[in-house]
């Protein structure tokens, strides 16, 4: 199959359904410059024009309330913010509104195919406000739908599924991915709204992982067959309603659970999935779980501090040994997908 | 129509809001309606005036004071009854309540309590027909206290620099709470002027004149379906019940505002209004009057006996309609 990148992916799937959709429209601030948005949203602005990639001011807010009506008149917005972090000033419409939209109203007030693509950064002194990793945040919230795909494949097949879905949904791109090639079906492959993936089959330890930390987990579990541990890597995909049973089958069959996640792990995806293992009878684990994620404190830009900032393959390793209880002598360092991010955005 | 029955048809409207609204006021001391409620008795004839000149494939969206908007869109009072008393064969199922209320079958699309958030909606919806290029208006309803959101500005400035056909109907009633508006902007804030100043058009209106509200929405939808963009109209009006609830400030020993003052404001009553003007400008009888009175009493009372008697949701429905898809 041929390979394209994860940009290139997302991009290729919003020309798919704008092609297709005429009610699918693209919203935000520089949809239509020429680097599209990191390369996604260039290609639908030449091939659909202005009236359909429409350039906003900035309005996270109202963009959304916009989006939430144009649903209820038949359109399909795709709204995209450049940071998932600008998204926080949408939450109100997001939360309030668009998530309780069809239970508050039983139904009856039709539905809201409304999606919401929002971009994480990692690294290169972005910082504060630029490298948050909102999805526990937006998965608390009943009613909305909280996905982040970790290759291009999915990157691709989650916006299809996304368009064809008629309930709000929040896809969180992460912005080291981006330039990551994978394999890619040229039609219209979805991706399953509503199951995490074994992405590696393993027998030792699980690594239940989102996003890039998905990526760094494979390349960690691949090191490792070297050295004959054999790890599962789940790629969890789905967050909100969150796949249970994926989880709990791989858990009962290694015993031991590494949570890997792109946010704080205080209060976070990691807490829930430590906690729906912890509230599963049987399970028999030969280690307490372990979570990893950033640390406590917002990103910092200067470059020593943020290195400690974000876990390493060097830093999962020195967990896994420790839940393996044996020494682990690394042949070669991983290299870092986050760390090939030359900035500036 | 001339307007004789034009007249007839706005009294008669707005009749059937305050019957309905004083139901809820003598129910709801029975607790049965278990839903924080914002009567709208006193400012029925902007929601009369302004949807009177709809055409109805244009599209409503109101706020948290919102059962005038409702009924005089042509939902149904026995659906809305039901919904304040939860019941499964309320317009949201019972699960929305009072300030959750919508009909598609009327084009009355959805309302929502956090201030100004259907305000973005409309904006949305007229977004929606400016590009599929369809003849059509989005109507939204607020308060004054909708100034004071930053999504208001967000929306007028989109609407403006789109040219939307967004119909923004503001029903100023001096209050938003317990806060009058002295508490919440400068001195001498002129709404209408901040809304021109994105070069919308905008007018003020005496939103107690349901004739008066009624002859300039009808040039407001004239202007937007001809594509002259969006326009604000400012109906001062006044709600002479408390905030939310069924009793009188007065009578619970708030006095943020006088009981002269609501009182001055019940004299000025929509419906006395247009009640005099039937009598006097167009010779209708207070026999014909009392008649439709009568007619409408009934109606109403039918209407809640009815909802009384129909089924609370299932229990087993708890968990249904969180997602649209299956």
Redo the contacts between chains.
């Keep these: 199959m041929r390979k394209i990148t994860y940009a290139q992916a997302i991009s290729e799937a919003t020309c798919i359904m704008m092609e297709a959709d005429p009610n699918v429209?693209l919203m935000g601030i520089g949809m239509d410059y020429s680097s599209g948005v990191f390369g996604t949203t260039n290609e639908a602005f030449i091939k659909f024009g202005s009236?359909?990639v429409i350039d906003?001011?900035a309005?996270e807010?109202?963009?959304?309330?916009?989006?939430?009506?144009?649903?209820?008149?038949?359109?399909k917005?795709v709204i995209v913010h450049a940071r998932n972090d600008f998204m926080l000033l949408s939450l109100?419409?997001l939360l309030?509104?668009s998530a309780k939209?069809?239970?508050?109203?039983?139904?009856?007030?039709?539905?809201?195919p409304i999606v919401t693509r929002a971009i994480i950064g990692r690294g290169w002194g972005q910082g504060a406000t630029h490298s948050q990793s909102i999805q526990s945040i937006l998965a608390h919230f009943?009613?909305l739908?909280v996905v982040m795909p970790s290759n291009p494949a999915d990157a691709k097949g989650m916006l299809l599924s996304a368009w064809k879905?008629?309930?709000p949904i929040v896809i969180l791109e992460h912005r080291s991915l981006f330039s990551i090639e994978g394999e890619v079906d040229e039609g219209m492959e979805f991706t399953d709204l509503d199951s995490a993936k074994v992405v590696r089959q393993g027998e030792d330890i699980t690594i239940v992982a989102t996003s890039v930390c998905v990526y760094e987990s494979l390349l960690i579990a691949s090191e490792l067959s070297n050295l004959g541990i054999s790890v599962e890597v789940v790629d969890l995909r789905i967050i909100q309603p969150i796949d249970r049973s994926t989880i709990l089958d791989s858990v009962k069959k290694t015993g031991r659970l590494l949570i890997y996640d792109t946010s704080w792990v205080n209060f976070g995806v990691g807490a829930e999935i430590a906690a729906i293992v912890a509230e599963t009878d049987s399970l028999n684990l030969k280690t307490p779980v372990v979570r990893m994620g950033q640390l406590g404190v917002p990103a910092p830009v200067s470059k020593p501090l943020e290195d400690q900032h974000y876990p390493t393959s060097k830093s999962v390793l020195d967990i896994i040994q420790r839940m393996m209880s044996r020494e682990i002598a690394v042949i070669r360092t991983i290299p870092s997908v986050t760390r090939s991010f030359q900035g500036p955005y | 129509m001339n307007s004789k029955d034009h007249a007839l048809e706005l009294y008669s409207k707005m009749l059937e809001i305050r019957t309905f609204e004083e139901k809820v006021v003598f129910e709801y001391p029975n607790g049965n309606m278990r839903t924080p409620t914002h009567l709208g008795i006193g400012q029925e004839a902007v929601a009369v005036g302004v949807l009177t000149e709809r055409e109805p494939n244009d599209v409503i969206y109101s706020h948290h004071r919102c059962h005038n908007h409702f009924l005089a869109a042509g939902g149904s009072s026995y659906s809305l009854f039901a919904e304040l008393l939860g019941r499964a064969d309320g317009c949201s199922g019972g699960r929305g309540g009072s300030v959750h209320l919508v009909d598609r079958s009327v084009n009355f699309l959805g309302t929502s309590p956090i201030l100004t958030q259907a305000v973005a909606f409309a904006t949305g919806a007229a977004f929606a027909f400016k590009i599929r290029q369809e003849a059509r208006a989005a109507i939204v309803f607020f308060g004054d206290a909708a100034f004071e959101e930053g999504t208001m500005w967000e929306s007028l400035n989109f609407s403006a620099l789109h040219n939307l056909p967004v119909f923004f109907v503001c029903e100023n009633n001096q209050y938003s709470t317990e806060s009058s508006l002295e508490k919440r902007v400068p001195p001498n804030t002129n709404f209408i002027e901040k809304a021109r100043a994105f070069g919308i058009t905008a007018e003020s209106c005496d939103g107690n004149n349901v004739e008066e509200v009624a002859k300039y929405s009808k040039n407001a939808l004239n202007h937007i379906k001809s594509g002259k963009g969006p326009f604000l109209l400012e109906c001062h009006t006044y709600r002479t019940y408390e905030h939310v609830g069924t009793k009188f400030d007065y009578e619970v020993g708030r006095n943020y505002r006088s009981k002269e003052e609501v009182q001055k404001w019940i004299a000025k009553c929509p419906i006395i209004s247009i009640r005099k003007i039937l009598l006097q400008t167009y010779g209708v009888t207070a026999s014909d009057l009392d008649q439709i009175k009568t007619k409408i009493f009934k109606e109403i009372e039918n209407a809640f006996s009815q909802a009384e008697k129909s089924p609370f949701p299932l229990l087993e429905s708890y968990f249904e309609n969180l997602y649209h898809r299956k």
């Design positions: 429209v009236s359909r906003t001011p309005m807010n109202a963009l959304t309330g916009i989006a939430i009506g144009s649903a209820t008149v038949g359109l917005p109100d419409q309030n509104v939209w069809n239970y508050m109203f039983d139904g009856n007030a039709g539905s809201l009943p009613g739908r879905c008629l309930d």
